[in-house]
Nanobody, 116 residues
């Protein structure tokens, strides 16, 4: 059974930082494309960043230079370091593991709120 468990969300002031973690079980991280997505109230879920092969990363234009995705395959964990947070980053952040449409898994989400 595949499980993805996110942690690290919370309330932070504008300009602050948070690091999200996603611990996985039941999959081999090194062969999956791991990703972070987010969904703000009233908006569609959007890709934030993805990583595969340990070092092939894609970051959404809106977070480039501020967010960094990384993995520790030995720990089956993917991280999202978020710096210079703004109120527009407020959303529920979801961890995703993808290896074809038949192997597409989501975590339960973690709330990130940026507010003064």
């Amino acid at each position: 059974q595949v499980q993805l468990v996110e942690s690290g969300g919370g309330l932070v002031q504008p300009g602050g930082s948070l690091r999200l973690s996603c611990a996985g079980s039941g999959i081999i991280f090194s062969i999956y494309r791991m990703g972070w997505y987010r969904q703000a109230p009233g908006k569609q879920r959007e890709m934030v960043a993805t990583i595969r092969g340990g070092d092939i990363t894609v970051h959404a234009d809106s977070v480039k230079g501020r967010f960094t995705i990384s993995t520790d395959n030995a720990k089956n964990t993917v991280y999202l370091q978020m710096n210079s947070l703004s109120v527009e980053d407020t959303a529920v952040y979801y961890c995703n593991a993808w290896y074809g449409n038949s192997n597409n898994y989501w975590g339960q989400g973690t709330q990130v709120t940026v507010s003064s």
